[in-house]
């Protein structure tokens, strides 16, 4: 209520009032009007693409208990979508925020974006530019899944994912699965299946309608760029009567909780979302505290290998 300066100014009698008034009324500090007055700002924005992909639940778990405990966190998500743009951020931005954390972002959006605060970016597949960011190593996870799936026979392999405008971190995905691909013989030798969300059902219709087309050129493995994705091809394939792994191996991106328990347990390449949120939160907080741009930093992948893949059954 009082915020330092009162001494000498008002009278004890007067404080006494005040005070007892304001218990009267249930009256309690608002901590952000406070901080403005003071000058300081106390909160952290957080911007992501989808609220309803456990991805970014995971990331916020580990930026929630990793940031320094001076600060509180805002976040804001898309109004009508799973894509954010410069309106979004903006939106952020006018919360006087101490720094901004900005995951999974576009390339539309990344090249206008000018930050006005201490910004780190998550997992933009290289593209942060100057930037600081946290971004993810696959080369060692994709280059491992694209042996493993060589080692059972699968030569025409195919990609689920969302075009780069939407989302930079899936074609950076594809785009290393096709180098490992073309480094053991195969490749991506079909178009891609680039669907317009990151929905189980924008994945489940989809497969649907591009598995005869798939089917008649001898695809043999989908790989996803997403969990998400996965779980619709696998809810597609079961309804076109097609057994995963015998008639095509799937494998996913995230290693999301729910991927262990799908029928059959799916293969995917563990992502370790919430270490993404505890780095954002460290990188974050030294930038903020010592004023100076913090290098960025690249984390480890891991292929994760379950029930939906196996060797290729020729037909």
């Known amino acids: 209520m009082f915020t330092g300066k009162d001494p000498g100014r008002v009278s004890p009698q007067l404080r006494s009032l005040i005070f007892a008034a304001a218990a009267d009324l249930g009256y309690r500090v ?9 000058g300081q700002l106390e909160s ?16 916020l778990e580990g930026l929630t208990r990793h940031l ?6 805002t976040v804001l998500m898309p109004e009508g979508g799973e894509d954010y743009n410069l309106s979004t951020v903006q939106r952020a931005l006018a919360g006087n925020l101490a720094g901004l954390i900005l995951a999974s972002p576009g390339t539309e959006f990344l090249e206008s974006f000018v930050p006005t605060c201490p910004t780190v970016i998550l997992d933009a597949g290289g593209a942060a530019g100057a930037l600081p960011s946290v971004d993810l190593d696959l080369s060692s996870a994709v280059r491992e899944l694209s042996g493993y799936l060589a080692s059972l026979g699968h030569d025409r392999v195919a990609y ?4 780069r405008e939407k989302k930079i971190s899936l074609q950076y995905r594809r785009e290393e699965l ?3 691909l073309l ?15 990151m929905t189980i059902d924008d994945a489940f219709e989809g497969f649907r309608r591009i598995w005869p087309a798939w089917s008649a050129a001898g695809v043999t493995a989908v790989v996803c760029g997403d969990d998400l994705h996965a779980y619709g091809v696998l809810r597609a394939a079961r309804s076109l009567g097609l057994d995963i792994p ?3 191996s799937l494998v996913g991106f995230n290693d999301l909780p729910y991927s262990e328990l799908t029928a059959p347990a799916l293969s995917t390449v563990n992502l370790f979302a919430t270490r993404l949120g505890t780095e954002a939160a460290a990188l974050l907080s030294r930038y903020i ?5 913090p290098g960025s930093k690249v984390l480890p992948s891991a292929l994760v290998v379950r029930e939906s893949t196996g060797p290729v059954r020729r037909r």
């Open 68 to 73: 320094d405990s001076a600060f509180s966190l």
């Open 178 to 180: 096709q180098a490992g």
């Open 246 to 248: 015998g008639d095509l």
């Open 160 to 163: 689920v994912g969302v075009s």
């Open 289 to 293: 505290r010592t004023g100076r741009v």
């Open 183 to 197: 480094g053991h013989g195969s490749g991506l030798a079909v178009d891609d299946l680039v669907l317009e969300g």
């Open 44 to 59: 952290i924005g957080f911007v992501g693409p989808d609220p309803t992909n456990p991805f970014f639940s995971m990331v």
């Open 30 to 38: 608002n901590s952000t009007a406070s901080a403005l007055a003071r």
